[in-house]
């Protein structure tokens, strides 16, 4: 029922629900009775216990229209920002001053030439959602291939795995505090190898923090409070392989779309692989990776021009907007991944 979208969509956001109108009669649409692109969908609050919508005649380019005879169809365009969704397009009888109950899809025009409709099948788009997976890993011992594996045995390699994580949950922390494009989030870290084998897991990651309506100031101070305790309680020199996530993305996919998927942290893959669409993934404009390469692959990948240099410590794939590589900087610092990140992170995921 169109009450129930109503309610689901609130007040504030009703206006992300838009709906593109035309007029048929006799199955063909009438020209003459066109619509000023898409209208809005308005909700009617006078009745508390069964708000309705309305199409108010104000939207349209031609007024007053002889409705009486005419159908009206109604479809949802696809925008990145829209809140309703129709299962295909559908076209309603309009009737004057009195809804049949008869269970099917029905408008109803008033005396103010209001389009009320009534048992449209229409739903609610959920928000967006922004899948983070932390790569803590480093890999084993002596596996040159990851970047921060020297933090196994080297004190300084160490803080510098510390400070490019804790770099990273800033500039995701800086990104939160604007962003309008996101409504739920779900960060994971990396299961080290010890923390798989005692929980006898079949993922190879766990979630760190999962909320909903992060818009709200309060959800999102809960989300930046974790990344804050993260940064402070993460040890680095995390033993373990790169991990594996095509069931949960699939998962997500199905469960929670629209998702967008951003990752950063080591992989471990060769120079053939690291900027290799097909390889990283196959929704490339779903997903964002933030790679952080040893220097023989870097110093590969530029000298064959595989990758283009930006800012700081980033570099970019040439072959895709989404997949970039950070080289390990022996100077840098937390507020060097962390600010500089910040402002590839709003562009990427824009």
Not at 150 to 174: D, M, P, V
Not at 196 to 217: G, T, Y
Request: charged share 20%; net charge negative; hydrophobic share 40%.
């Amino acid at each position: 029922m169109v009450s129930d979208v109503i309610a689901g969509l609130a007040q504030q956001n009703i206006g992300d629900c838009l709906i593109n109108l035309s007029f048929l009669k006799d199955g063909m649409e009438i020209s003459n009775y066109s619509v000023g692109g898409s209208v809005g969908l308005s909700a009617d609050w006078r009745s508390t216990e069964n708000p309705g919508a309305y199409l108010n005649a104000f939207g349209l380019e031609t007024a007053p229209i002889a409705y009486d005879g005419l159908s009206i169809k109604l479809e949802a365009p696809e925008h990145d920002w829209q809140k309703c969704a129709l299962k295909s397009e559908t076209i309603m009888p309009i009737l004057i001053e009195k809804e049949q109950n008869n269970g099917s899809a029905q408008a109803v025009v008033d005396r103010d030439g209001n389009i009320f409709l009534h048992d449209l099948a229409i739903s609610v788009v959920k928000g967006a959602t922004l899948a983070v997976f932390f790569d803590t890993n480093v890999g084993f011992v002596n596996s040159h291939e990851y970047a921060f594996n020297a933090s196994l045995s080297n004190t300084r390699s160490l803080a510098l795995h510390r400070s490019y994580f804790a770099g990273f949950a800033q500039a995701l922390s800086i990104y939160l505090q604007t962003q309008n494009d996101f409504e739920n989030i779900i960060i994971y870290q990396a299961l080290s190898d010890k923390e798989a084998a005692e929980m006898s897991s079949l993922q190879d990651f766990k979630v760190m923090h999962r909320a909903s309506d992060i818009q709200d100031p309060a959800v999102k101070k809960q989300i930046i409070d974790a990344l804050g305790k993260f940064s402070n309680d993460f040890e680095g020199g995390q033993i373990g392989a790169y991990s594996k996530k095509e069931s949960e993305i699939k998962r997500l996919l199905q469960d929670v779309s629209p998702v967008h998927f951003l990752m950063f942290g080591p992989s471990g893959l060769d120079q053939s692989q690291v900027c290799d669409v097909n390889t990283r993934a196959d929704t490339e404009q779903n997903l964002t990776i933030f790679d952080v390469w040893p220097g023989p692959i870097l110093e590969y990948m530029l000298e064959s021009e595989k990758v283009t240099a930006g800012e700081q410590y980033f570099y970019q794939c040439n072959d895709s907007r989404n997949l970039f590589g950070l080289k390990v900087g022996l100077g840098a610092d937390e507020d060097d991944i962390g600010q500089t990140m910040s402002a590839y992170l709003k562009k990427a995921l824009e």
